[in-house]
């Protein structure tokens, strides 16, 4: 399946047969796979999408998803969201070199090199960031809109 915005419309191409269909206004698509594709209508929904593939390594789920959209329409609480992630993601036991190779691999499909690994490390040792926070700044990062292009696509104040 190929997605692309055209007119502020979702295009949905078929490869196999190129069967088209048009939409204008979405939140999710979910295909029959139990795939999905989030439409985030402003970064921060982006970087909400995404952050489900870094605590969870998977897409977001109808249910989840809507959670995430009803929340940011109120006045909320960033700490709140990532304690949620956190407490349902497993990852508390995980020492801070497995916690961020786990988080790149998760986000961005690849590990951590060396660099990467030693500098998230040294922020973590000194408080410039917390374990909550780092993720975000993994998933609001362009690797990670790139790589999740798939699973999460930005229209800015589509619809």
Known sequence: MHLEFVDNRLELTQLSDGAMFSIKSAEMITFDNNETVVIAHNQTEGILARLVHS?????ATA?????GRETLQ???DPDAILDWFQQRAGLHDLSDTDYVQTIYTQTLGRSATGDELDLQLS???SNQIDRNWLPVEIAQSS???THLIGSVLLQDGWV
Do not use: G, K, M, T
């Open 74 to 76: 109120q006045p909320y």
């Open 143 to 145: 690797e990670a809109v």
């Open 63 to 67: 249910a989840e998803w809507q959670l």
């Open 55 to 59: 605590f969870f390594n998977r897409d």
């Open 123 to 125: 922020r973590l040792e």
